[in-house]
């Protein structure tokens, strides 16, 4: 069955090392016969979260900008993936802002039932990504229907582009392949 898969890259990165994990995955998944979509948070105009909670009742956000239908987009897909660096041992701020703000979604009749985590960071431990795939996991526990579904992770990378040639975009584009 074909799905439709969403990857937000949260990257600002001109050759950003995660949204290059995030293409590998997204031309395995598209080979594989799903619907793939890109959205690149760098971008978008996206204001933090206010805390309001209007959006509980009404299901829309108060704030004016490009979030709410990002939200929406979010809402209709059935993979979501979202691509960060680690930033301080976390996802970067982009991609928390963002998730915040799908908080229209809550008490939607949200489609997504799995949830992808790539990230790429300077270190290689085991530990690096962790703290940023707990904020994600935390965030899918929200969403009942959905599931963490796992993390692909390059350490070892700093600069744009440094992740190319690296054994890795294989990994992620097997993954895509796999969903
Ligand atoms: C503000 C900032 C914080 C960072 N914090 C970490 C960190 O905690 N651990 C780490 O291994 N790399 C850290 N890095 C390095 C990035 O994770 C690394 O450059 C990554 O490859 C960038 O991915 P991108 O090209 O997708 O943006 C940090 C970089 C910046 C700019």
């Excluded at 709410?68 to 041992?89: H, N, R, S």
């Amino acid at each position: 069955m074909s799905k439709k898969v969403l990857i937000l890259s949260s990257s600002y990165h001109k050759n950003s090392n995660s949204e290059a994990l995030a293409d590998a995955f997204a031309e395995g998944a598209a080979e594989a016969g799903h619907e793939v979509k890109k959205i690149r948070l760098a971008d978008c105009r996206i204001g933090f979260c206010r805390g309001c909670l209007v959006c509980q009742e009404t299901q829309k956000c108060v704030i004016a900008d490009d979030a709410a239908d990002i939200a929406e987009q979010m809402g209709q897909a059935d993979v979501l993936v979202f691509a960060t660096p680690i930033y301080y041992y976390e996802m970067s701020g982009q991609l928390k802002t963002m998730l915040d703000r799908a908080n229209p979604l809550f008490p939607s009749d949200y489609r997504f039932r799995e949830v992808y985590l790539i990230a790429a960071a300077t270190e290689d431990e085991t530990e690096t990504p962790k703290n940023a795939e707990n904020g994600v996991r935390g965030w899918v526990e929200c969403f009942e229907k959905a599931r963490f579904a796992g993390t692909i992770f390059c350490g070892g990378v700093t600069e744009g582009g440094e992740i190319r040639g690296s054994e890795r975009l294989g990994e992620a584009k097997r993954a895509g392949a796999e969903i």
